[in-house]
């Protein structure tokens, strides 16, 4: 009498279970891809929302050490370059948008002191409002971010 050999257990995948694998891992990664992509533009805007905080407290700082009385006559309307690190290029984004078929100039960021009397005066004494208001364009469109605070006289 002859004996069979028994059946030998197959390990590993069948290229059906591959496929398939393939498949599932594809559209998990397909699913993901927009969540990747608005990650990284929250990124940019809190990267430039905190690059326009630097420039303004940086400014501020600045205008602390300028003497009062030259505040209101020197810095009335005042504009100035958002550059942190001195190369000569802004800090802040600098995009072109298309306005009827044709390419606008750069939004050129910029950033402006404004400098004037405290509403209500006569509560607080002397004192002066100043405002620094940068102004950029980002992927979301044209942003503004303001910062001011209260000057008395020294």
Do not use: C
């Not at 498949?23 to 690059?51: C, M, Q, R, W, Y």
């Amino acid at each position: 009498m002859h004996l069979r050999n028994p059946p030998r257990s197959q390990s590993g995948f069948s290229i059906v279970e591959m496929m398939i694998g393939v498949s599932l891992v594809t559209i998990a990664f397909v699913g993901l891809a927009p969540l990747v992509i608005s990650t990284n533009h929250v990124t940019e805007a809190v990267a430039e929302a905190e690059t326009a905080r630097t420039a303004a407290r940086a400014k501020l700082d600045e205008l602390r050490h300028v003497p009062y009385a030259s505040l209101s006559t020197n810095y009335v309307n005042h504009t100035f370059n958002i550059d942190l690190d001195g190369d000569g290029n802004s800090d802040l984004r600098e995009r072109r948008a298309p306005s009827g078929g044709t390419t606008s100039p750069a939004f050129t960021p910029v950033g402006s002191v404004v400098v004037d009397e405290v509403p209500g005066g006569d509560l607080v004494g002397e004192a002066l409002r100043i405002q620094v208001v940068l102004r950029w364009s980002s992927r979301q469109g044209p942003q503004e971010y303001r910062l001011h605070t209260i000057r008395a006289r020294d």
